[in-house]
């Protein structure tokens, strides 16, 4: 089994009973059985659904089912090897990371120092 395969299937799997259609991202987390920590793993490899959805777009929604979202998110994210996976879990720390670094220096600026950038 591929990881593509591997990960759409627990998506899935996740989304067992869930009340199609689904209408917002919001919906689409709370779907899932523990929200935005619902994690899919395959091999070391894991993502969970908060990240996941984040490859998703307003554009997206409703989705009429499960197999529907779990399409949309392992073609977005282009689960075809360990190797991609990994990519996209780096980029998303990495992302985060520079997030991070930006709001907290945007914090200990001074009142003077964030008039001056604006």
């Known amino acids: 089994m591929t990881v593509r395969d591997d990960i759409h299937g627990q998506i899935v799997a996740g989304l067992k009973g869930a009340k199609f259609p689904i209408n917002t991202p919001e919906e689409l987390l709370s779907a899932f059985p523990a929200g935005a920590d619902t994690t899919c793993r395959s091999g070391d490899l894991a993502v969970t659904a908060g990240e996941a959805g984040k490859l ?63």
């Open 56 to 118: 998703l777009t307003p554009a997206d929604f409703p989705f009429k089912d499960a197999k529907q979202v779990a399409d949309t998110i392992v073609e977005r994210a282009g689960f075809k090897s360990c190797a991609l996976l990994l990519r996209f879990s780096l980029f998303f720390l990495l992302s985060l990371f520079i997030f991070v670094s930006t709001s907290a220096q945007y914090y200990f600026l001074d009142e003077t120092e964030i008039k001056e950038q604006e």
